[in-house]
């Protein structure tokens, strides 16, 4: 089994990303999964031609997206993604959409085949803070989980899409009052554990099916 894993460069004001951070730590193998990770921009226009060019090269069964979303205190599994970019800030190449929809010929929203409860129960078991989240925003990480989803649609039914919002590390709220943290290798806890669930609950489905896994 393989999971290509992907995490975004620095954006906005900031000079790390703690999505990209994590990634970079996570085990290269987990319950026997391959994990593949894999830097995208935070760019509209490239970072979904980035994620299919590496879904076509490495063919995974599972792609999970990682981002950033300061402001929220737990490692938060999103369950649904919305046919909007609609961007508060303008991306790293400076371009800002402002209520566009992604895909003309995609659905209003697409729901993750991941199972984010299991998930969520595997991080707050590691003690772990983690909830389900139903709102992955309307910048690029809500984008990026919209045109996989979009590609799981149209091109890759026996795919399996999801993505991952973490909070800011300590370093970035230094100066910034009220702002909740995580410590890194607190998220490589929760997202190791988040994506061993992922792997478990995948077998089970190619079990029931009878089918097999490569």
Excluded: W
Aim: with cysteine; aromatic share 8%.
């Amino acid at each position: 089994m393989k999971i290509l894993i992907t995490g975004f460069d620095p954006f906005g004001k900031e000079k790390i990303n703690p999505a990209l951070e994590v990634v970079r730590r996570l085990p290269d193998e987990i319950l026997e999964a391959k994990i593949i990770k894999l830097e995208i921009p935070t760019v509209f226009e490239k970072v979904g031609l980035t994620i299919e060019k590496a879904i076509k090269e490495n063919q995974p069964d599972v792609v999970i997206n990682i981002g950033q979303a300061g402001g929220r205190f737990a490692i938060t599994p999103e369950k649904v993604a919305i046919n909007l970019a609609d961007a508060r800030i303008a991306d790293n190449a400076g371009y800002q959409p402002l209520d566009k929809t992604i895909f003309s010929d995609g659905k209003t929203a697409y729901f993750t085949q991941l199972p984010v409860k299991a998930m969520v129960a595997a991080m707050q078991a590691e003690k772990i803070p983690a909830e389900v989240s139903y709102t992955a925003g309307t910048y690029v990480c809500n984008y990026v989980m919209y045109y996989v989803q979009y590609l799981i649609d149209k091109k890759y039914p026996s795919l399996k899409g999801g993505f991952i919002h973490v909070p800011f590390i300590f370093e970035q709220v230094v100066g910034k009052p009220q702002q909740p943290a995580m410590n890194l290798n607190d998220m490589v806890i929760g997202l190791t554990a988040a994506i061993a669930a992922v792997v478990t609950h995948s077998k089970e489905d190619i079990k029931m099916v009878g089918g097999t896994e490569h």
